[in-house]
């Protein structure tokens, strides 16, 4: 018999998030599941390899800073997944954000985006790009895609937005989104932490690049730090905004070869000139670990979707609360867009006020017995922080406000637990506010 469930496309999404890019039939002694390749480097064979390596003529291990048999699965996985061209791997999410921009960008160039976003993404582009002459242009009005495009100018080199917005899970209209960057000629980028290739296909709605902290929902059990940046394939690099490509291409085009060049090219540039010269490459350990999550990714999908939707449903009709940030219900603002691009639910990640202080917000988090207060997002098991004071810690209050966030507001990540036993813990809490 041949397997072919590793390349087939034709397969369902449950059925590609335990086959895709892993064939047992190639490996030395036909394991099932994929090894773990704990190894620094690897045999160069001959002369004529090394050089085909190094050049990137041909695909193959030399170093584990550059590519890594165990990372190469994972990387093939998700951009099955998500429909793209190609992947490339990073130690954590912020590194994967991080690279993409310095892949995007050069000394006087900006990137377009929201205020609405994760906290540690506004810290690069605020303090941290600026100091090497890479900054970030913040629209005024998240909702309106005319305000992006006011935004751009000569310099600017992508639009990037969150699928769900950290945390206040607005949704930005995405189709509109990419329209305003492909007029200009530039991609649009896509976080999809939140939502997952599951829930949500970027490429589908116009996004170009996607980037992925894969240590919340892909990952799945908060046991590992990485990030994943997937090419759709196809942007127009060489449409004389991106300098930088057109000197790589230049030099790389006759070695890697014209049509996988211009399939492939961001994330050929990315893997050569930032993750083997800069470094932040994933451990296979971590790789594994991620994969490990995977492979039950649409059924945890389905559970935190559930569970975030009665969750929402509760607090919204509790007197101890403000407001309720989830696109799932039916008074939230972005309703229709959530119906609209994401069908299948709208993730575990909610954010709500209570009526009353940060001392009140405080006090809600000392009473919850089954919420674990803690920073991360994305676990299979339910976790609850306060947004101002730990994810965007430090930023001025004009950010804090622009994002959504207030003293009073709480983050939650659902988890899959029962539903009945998360909101009777968020009823005892909020009971004694009232």
């Known amino acids: 018999m041949a397997f072919t469930a590793d390349r087939d496309q034709t397969l369902g999404f449950t059925t590609r998030q335990l086959h895709a890019g892993y064939n047992p039939d190639g490996d030395t002694y036909g394991s099932k599941a994929v090894p773990i390749y704990q190894s620094a480097c690897y045999s160069l064979k001959d002369i004529d390899n090394c050089i085909d390596v190094f050049k990137f003529a041909k695909e193959g291990q030399s170093y584990s800073r550059f590519e890594n048999p165990t990372n190469d699965v994972l990387e093939r996985r998700i951009a099955s997944l998500e ?16 690279n993409t921009i310095l892949n995007l960008c050069r000394a006087g160039d900006n990137i377009v985006l929201v205020k609405t976003i994760y ?27 005319e305000a992006f495009r006011a935004q751009i100018d000569e310099h600017t080199k992508a639009i990037y937005v969150e699928c769900l917005g950290n945390p206040l899970i607005n ?27 599951y829930l949500f296909r970027p490429f589908e709605h116009g996004a170009d690049i996607v980037v992925y902290s894969a240590t919340k929902y892909l990952c799945g059990h908060g046991t590992t730090i990485g990030g994943l940046v997937v090419e759709k394939g196809g942007f127009l690099w060489l449409n004389g905004k991106f300098p930088q490509f057109e000197a790589f291409n230049q030099k790389y085009r006759d070695w890697v070869g014209a049509e996988k060049m211009d399939r492939e090219m961001f994330s050929q540039r990315l893997r050569q000139v930032y993750l083997c010269d800069v470094g932040a490459n994933l451990s296979p350990v971590s790789a594994w ?8 990714l649409s059924l945890r999908m389905r559970e935190h979707c559930k569970n975030a939707q009665a969750v929402a449903e509760f607090l919204e009709q509790h007197p101890a609360v403000r407001s309720v940030s989830y696109p799932g219900l039916k ?24 009526n009353g202080s940060q001392a009140d917000a405080a006090s809600l988090l000392e009473k919850v017995h089954l919420f674990g207060f803690m920073v991360n997002v994305g676990d299979a098991k339910s976790l609850i922080t306060h947004p101002a004071t730990s994810t965007h810690f430090g930023q001025p209050k ?11 507001s709480i983050r939650l990540s659902i988890g899959i637990e029962d539903k009945e036993d998360l909101i009777a813990d968020l009823k005892q809490a909020l009971d004694t506010l009232v």
């Open 398 to 408: 004009e950010v804090l406000e622009g994002a959504g966030i207030y003293p009073d």
């Open 331 to 354: 008074s939230s603002r972005y309703h229709a867009l959530a119906q609209k691009y994401f069908p299948l639910g709208c993730s575990g990640m909610m954010m709500f006020r209570v």
């Open 83 to 98: 429909g793209g061209v190609r992947a490339v791997s990073f130690g954590s999410g912020m590194a994967a954000i991080t």
């Open 171 to 197: 949704v930005p209209d995405f189709e509109a989104l990419s329209a305003v960057a492909h007029d200009a000629g530039i991609p649009l980028v896509i976080d999809n932490t939140f939502a997952t290739p």
């Open 289 to 296: 670990l991620i994969l490990q999550g995977i492979e039950t």
């Open 119 to 145: 906290g540690g993404t506004t810290s690069l582009l605020t303090g941290i790009l600026p100091q090497y002459g890479i900054t970030g242009k913040f629209v005024s009005n998240p909702d309106d895609p």
